[in-house]
């Protein structure tokens, strides 16, 4: 049974029910099951949906679509990730010298001040954040509960985070 027309490049494998496609080199976007485009093919690249939200790159700036391929969030973010728990890591630009990373809520709002190198997804209700090269632990208020005094620290398992040694402590 063939699913999508003959008119892709590339396909590739369905999960959790979409499928990137490219009809020529340089061009992605996502049909459904029912071969339906999703997101149109116009996208550098494009992610898998979660929380309603389709991450996609064009042009080297990042952004998102809805389920219906319209841009709900600007392509506006040097790197950004997928949602998760309501929110999603993206570096913004904070002027021609410097980005930072932050989380934006499934609307586009910045929810912590971007102040950090890098980041990683919450879990267990706390995200890892670089600082400094130096890793420590928000929580979802955006409140520092682990400074920022880590060589390493690895995402929660078990309700519990693993830090490495500290010249602070």
């Not at 396909?11 to 340089?26: A, I, L, R, S």
């Not at 809805?66 to 600007?74: A, H, S, T, Y």
């Not at 990730?81 to 609307?107: E, K, N, Q, R, Y």
Request: hydrophobic share 35%; aromatic share 14%.
């Amino acid at each position: 049974t063939q699913i999508t027309p003959n008119i892709y490049l590339f396909t590739g494998q369905f999960t959790n029910g979409y499928c990137k496609v490219m009809p020529d080199y340089g061009r992605t976007g996502l049909i459904d099951r029912a071969g339906n485009e999703v997101v149109p093919c116009i996208y550098d690249d494009v992610g898998f949906p979660s929380e309603g939200r389709v991450l996609v790159v064009k042009n080297n700036r990042y952004g998102y679509t809805d389920l219906q391929g319209r841009e709900v969030i600007d392509l506006q973010y040097l790197r950004a990730g997928s949602f998760s728990d309501g929110c999603a890591p993206v570096l913004v630009i904070i002027d021609s010298f410097f980005s930072a990373c932050t989380f934006i809520d499934t609307l586009g709002r910045q929810l912590y001040p971007a102040v950090y190198e890098n980041l990683l997804p919450f879990s267990c209700g706390y995200a890892p954040v670089l600082r400094y090269e130096r890793w420590g632990l928000i929580d979802r208020s955006g409140r520092e509960v682990l400074p920022t005094v880590f060589e390493q620290l690895t995402p929660c398992f078990d309700s519990f985070f693993f830090a490495g040694e500290s010249d602070a402590l």
